[in-house]
């Protein structure tokens, strides 16, 4: 069985700040994904970004980017220029190949963005 | 472009009823996975469907709890004889068919969920 840990439960920046949330993960699978998901106070659940395990370069969109490490089993979420929309529970996911067991979360880090 | 419906938003039963829980996918999607998030924790998984089969129930309760996907409508979770303890909020989401068949390397897309409370 797979198991992911976000170490920080609670993060406060102030906006258009950068900001790193950390996640690692533990899993013997070789193929495998994964995802940051955000869930604002409205509680839908939005995929954020998307890394598969055998891709080397880093995923990133627009102002969200990861730094993935394989061989420490570290998946880290940056947000750049932070904006007040960006607070919200950011969940760290896996998913081993083939979707079986689902997705993984982690117990997520509440990020709050200061005006 | 609809996306993933789950229905209702709010769900109240009284301790010993039923509940039914409705999630229609994407268009498009055949893959279905069901997930109670309890509060102040991340989602668990509970079941993982596609088109009338059961592929993956590992995450659920073993009493009381089912899901189906039927050829026409809706995926169903079904709780039995519900209890104070099954309040949560319950997410279904939906994925494409991917390579091999499975849903493991298409991103998973999630509904509003429905929020259960047991009086």
């Known amino acids: 069985a797979q198991t992911v840990t976000q170490s920080q439960p609670e993060m406060s920046v102030q906006e258009a700040e950068t900001v790193t949330l950390s996640c690692t993960y533990d899993?013997?699978?070789?193929?495998?994904?994964l995802f940051w998901y955000k869930q604002p106070p409205s509680r839908q659940m939005i995929l954020v970004i998307r890394?598969?395990?055998?891709?080397?370069q880093n995923a990133t969109e627009n102002r969200f980017s990861v730094n993935f490490q394989k061989a420490a089993k570290s998946f880290s979420l940056k947000i750049s220029d932070s904006q007040l929309g960006d607070t919200a529970m950011y969940f760290c996911?896996?998913?081993?190949?083939?979707?079986?067991?689902?997705?993984?979360f982690g117990k997520g880090t509440h990020l709050i963005i200061q005006p | 472009n609809a996306g993933v419906m789950q229905n209702p938003r709010h769900l109240v039963r009284r301790r010993g009823q039923e509940a039914r829980l409705r999630c229609s996918p994407m268009k498009g999607h055949s893959h279905v996975y069901w997930y109670r998030q309890l509060p102040e924790e991340g989602l668990k998984f509970m079941v993982y469907?596609?088109?009338?089969?059961?592929?993956?129930e590992s995450g659920m309760p073993k009493e009381r709890f089912s899901a189906e996907f039927p050829k026409e409508g809706p995926s169903i979770l079904r709780i039995q004889q519900v209890v104070r303890g099954d309040s949560a909020a319950y997410f279904c989401a939906s994925s494409r068919s991917g390579t091999g068949g499975s849903g493991g390397n298409q991103p998973q897309h999630f509904g509003d969920g429905t929020r259960l409370s047991i009086l």
């Open positions: 899993t013997s699978e070789n193929n495998y994904y």
């Open positions: 469907l596609q088109k009338e089969n059961i592929i993956d």
């Open positions: 890394q598969e395990a055998y891709k080397q």
């Open positions: 996911a896996f998913m081993k190949q083939g979707g079986a067991d689902g997705l993984t």
